[in-house]
């Protein structure tokens, strides 16, 4: 059985339905189910609960220079989409220890969940949410991202700033989507 909150569920989802008819690839963390506030429905206190994402454009400028992704960490689950509607996994997705696939019309109803061989397993929804996690202003991210309520995921800043760049620029991606790019002598 594979657990997942229902505020990640929903942010996810609608990340696919926003990207379609692109392809989403999302690398999925958990957090074991005594560590999250509400109800768990019973799920055993030391069984994993996939809680949160990373980011896939993290590591863009990275992949941009050497070639080669090394922003977009492994992580215990993935989460895909298939604008195809192909239900199941393809010789061609990344797979980690848990694969969700979401086809369109990316309803929650429309994910499935899968070990890495293929073979389709039950995924639970629960209403709790993980505990508020944030970095400080000393790591170089700058951006927290919490699942804080039961009707979606919110990002805790309206904005995901990816750092400074070599020539002074900043770039942010806010909740909404759209990015902004500023300059130092805009600041």
């Known amino acids: 059985m594979v657990t ?4 990640l569920l929903s942010v ?4 696919a339905a926003t990207r379609d008819p692109e392809a989403v690839n999302v690398a999925l963390d958990t957090r074991p189910a005594s560590a999250l506030a509400g109800p768990t429905d019973g799920v055993d206190p030391d069984s994993p609960v996939l809680t949160h994402f990373y980011l896939p454009e993290a590591g863009a400028s990275v992949s ?4 080669m992704d090394l922003g977009r960490p492994s992580g215990p689950g993935r989460f895909l989409s298939h604008p195809n509607g192909r239900q199941g996994l393809s010789e061609t997705d990344d797979l980690a220890g848990v694969v969700l696939v979401a086809t ?17 397993q039950t995924l639970r929804v629960v209403d709790a949410s993980p505990p508020e996690e944030s970095l400080t202003d000393d790591d170089a991210s700058g951006w927290s991202l919490t699942d804080d309520d039961a009707s979606g995921g919110s990002l805790t800043d309206d904005a995901v700033s990816s750092g400074p760049h070599a020539d002074g620029s900043r770039e942010e991606s806010h909740a909404d989507g759209h990015r902004e790019e500023s300059h130092a002598e805009d600041d």
């Open 4 to 7: 997942i909150t229902r505020g």
């Open 12 to 15: 996810l989802c609608e990340r």
């Open 64 to 67: 941009a220079v050497f070639g």
């Open 104 to 120: 369109p019309p990316y309803d929650a109803e429309d994910v499935r969940a899968y070990d890495r061989r293929g073979r389709r």
